[in-house]
């Protein structure tokens, strides 16, 4: 059993995400997506804009799956995994301590994403800020890597296609522009 | 409720998978916008492919008519989808999370997410704000069921996707 506390190699992990398409429009009779749910998040508030004027309880699923990953990052931190460190490599690591990032620990820099009480100005507003992009620009997209790049482009749909150039576009931009005037 | 239960499971299941394939860990994100591993790329050309073949035989051999419609791709694209992407890839690089994995993390304790995820919340209700014109059925977003103008009208009715609220 010592395999899955341990991370799973891509060849085990990816095929199974691939699965949850079939699965999802078998048993869920949905198209797999994710980003919807913050749609249908903001439609759940009284005060809103007329364009989330629609009845969120047929849309319920999405709010229970989402409920269903904050469970599933519960139950496999607590009891599916002995490992704290992300083993990512070398090359990695020397780059992201040039700006800054020396704690590897966990699976995001604690410097960015721990303590939020004891939280610099700066950090709430990059934290902010990059979810605003994340919720704007999927709302955009119409999707996020799960609808548009795993789901979509295994329909062949052309949008998806474009959404996820997009996607790849915007995240080495981020990555080796943004980076340097940021951290 | 019951009907609902299996998105939870899905949800459980799913959840557990960005965990342990570790496609939710910001170093791992970083990982791959730098070209330092194949893990990422791994994962999600693995998951395209089986996706792909999934998708082609349940249109072979599937008679049901709801797999059949969710299945039928939409065959237009839109700038936005593009520009829209573009936003979205920034994001994922910085916060080094997708959607699904804020969510994730989240319960995983990593409770910086939160903020990550307020953000989120908001960019979607500026998108809200910024469409008060329309109805957020005239804005395609996937994990909707599509109105697909080839299927029958008798079919649609039981499935249409957003209903007004009555007031």
Avoid at chain 1, 49 to 77: Q, R
Avoid at chain 2, 103 to 116: M, N, S
Wanted: glycine letters at 12%; hydrophobic letters at 45%; proline letters at 4%.
């Amino acid at each position: 059993m010592q395999f899955i506390l341990e991370p799973w190699p891509w060849y085990v992990a990816g095929p199974l995400i691939g699965l949850m398409v079939p699965a999802f429009v078998i048993f869920g009779e949905k198209r797999f997506g994710i980003s919807s749910s913050f749609r249908h998040l903001c439609a759940v508030s009284p005060l809103k804009p007329k364009f989330f004027n629609y009845s969120v309880s047929e849309h319920a699923w999405s709010l229970v799956f989402v409920l269903g990953l904050v469970l599933g990052g519960f139950v496999a931190n607590e009891f599916l995994t002995t490992v704290s460190t992300v083993s990512i490599s070398e090359a990695t690591r020397e780059q992201l301590s040039q700006y800054g990032f020396t704690d590897f620990s966990g699976m995001a820099p604690n410097q960015l994403f721990g303590g939020l009480t004891t939280a610099s100005a700066t950090q709430w507003l990059v934290l902010g800020i990059s979810g605003f992009l994340i919720g704007l620009g999927t709302s955009y997209a119409g999707g996020c890597t799960s609808g548009h790049t795993i789901t979509g482009i295994s329909m062949m749909r052309i949008a998806s296609v474009t959404a996820t150039v997009g996607f790849f576009i915007g995240g080495l931009f981020a990555t080796h522009v943004l980076f340097n005037l940021i951290f | 409720m019951l009907k609902l239960f299996k998105y939870l499971l899905f949800g459980i299941v799913f959840g557990i998978l960005l965990f342990k394939s570790e496609v939710l860990s910001w170093f791992r994100i970083q990982e791959m916008f730098r070209f330092h591993a194949f893990h990422m790329y791994g994962v999600i050309m693995s998951a395209i492919a089986v996706g792909l073949i999934s998708v082609q035989l349940l249109k072979r051999y599937s008679k049901n008519e709801t797999t059949q419609l969710l299945l039928t791709p939409e065959p237009s694209w839109k700038w936005s989808n593009f520009l829209g992407g573009i936003l979205f890839g920034i994001g994922w690089a910085i916060a080094g999370a997708c959607p699904g994995p804020i969510y994730t993390l989240i319960g995983a304790g990593h409770l910086g997410y939160l903020v990550v995820l307020g953000g989120a919340l908001i960019g979607a209700l500026t998108f809200g704000i910024l469409n008060r014109n329309k109805a957020a059925s005239e804005v395609e977003q996937c994990g909707d069921v599509p109105n697909n103008p080839v299927t029958s009208n008798e079919f649609i009715e039981g499935q249409h996707s957003y209903e007004t609220q009555r007031v």
